[in-house]
Structures are given as C-alpha cells and as structure tokens.
C-alpha cells in the first residue's frame, strides 16, 4: 500500500510540474517553394510573449548570399511572386538597415546557402499582423541593405505564406 500511495504521490507531482512548466511550442510549419512550385524548404512560425521567430530551413536554392524579406502580402503566385507585393513597410520608410532613411519592418538579414544547397536561420521579428497577410521571400542575390526599394537582391525565387488575408 506504502509504495502504491508513493507511486501516485510521485505520478501527481509529475503531473504538476507539466502543468506549472508546458513544453516549449514547436511552432507551425508552413512550406517554401520555389517559382515552380516545388518545395525547397519551410518556415517555422514561434510565437511568444517577447515575440515571433522565424525558423528559415531551405534544401536546393543556389549557393550563395541571398536576401530575404517579409512581403505584405500573403500570397505566393509563381513563378516571380509578384503576388507577395513589396516589402513590409507599415511605417513607410526607406529600405535597408544601412539607409539613413530606412528601414522597412520586413528587412532581415542576408542568409548563406552552403554548397551543400542547404541553409538553416532564425530570424526575430515582431507580430506577424498585416490585414493583407504576410510572406516571406527569398531573393537571388544579397541584399545590399541600403538601395530603396528592394536592395538590390534580384529576382524573387522562393516564397512561403506565413499569414493568410483577414477577411
């Protein structure tokens, strides 16, 4: 009886420590496709009391430096994403974090593809609230963080909806 009542005892405590500590949240996952609509990644969206991280996993984008923004709208329309529209600016400003006048909300920094064709970055951001939705967009080439509007990245060749329109 002793070691039955200790069982359950020791079963409780277990119980309320899940209660008092949860399991970090996973996040969701949404996909990353390229202009053919293949996929070549995801994005794993955490949000938390301090705020959102993105989690940019990518498998079979080119080599290299490549910028990566936060578009206003949350489409993904291949194969030039054209449908994400331009870089979340909400406050209007310039673009770049190197531009006296910039820099727009969804500026992040550059990433690096290995030659491997893989890539894995954490991005913190703020909340993820557009009424249009939000994308994320990945460009061909770096972003030189300071040219207005787009800092000379390149052609658009990857996309992920992180948020869908309201409405």
């Known amino acids: 009886m002793l070691f039955r009542s200790a069982f359950l005892t020791a079963s409780l405590c277990a119980l309320a420590a899940c209660a008092t500590h949860p399991k970090a949240e996973e996040g ?3 996909p ?3 202009g053919a609509g293949q996929g070549v990644g995801t994005v794993t969206i955490v949000e938390s009391a301090s ?4 989690r940019l996993t990518v498998k079979g984008l080119p080599a290299g430096v490549h910028g990566v923004h936060l578009h206003e709208a949350g489409r993904c329309d291949g194969p030039d994403f054209k449908s994400a529209g331009a870089h979340w600016n909400p406050a209007g400003r310039q673009h770049g974090h190197l531009n006296p006048q910039g820099s727009h909300v969804g500026d992040l920094p550059n990433f690096t ?16 609230d557009n009424s249009q939705g939000m994308s994320l967009v990945v460009h061909a080439q770096p972003d030189d963080y300071r040219t207005d509007p787009s800092g ?10 992180l948020t869908a329109p309201r409405g």
């Open 32 to 34: 990353l496709a390229d």
């Open 51 to 54: 705020g959102t991280t993105l």
């Open 28 to 30: 969701r996952v949404v």
């Open 113 to 128: 593809v290995s030659s491997l064709d893989v890539a894995t970055i954490d991005f913190a951001v703020g909340a993820l």
């Open 152 to 161: 000379n990245s390149g052609d658009r060749i990857a996309c992920a909806v």
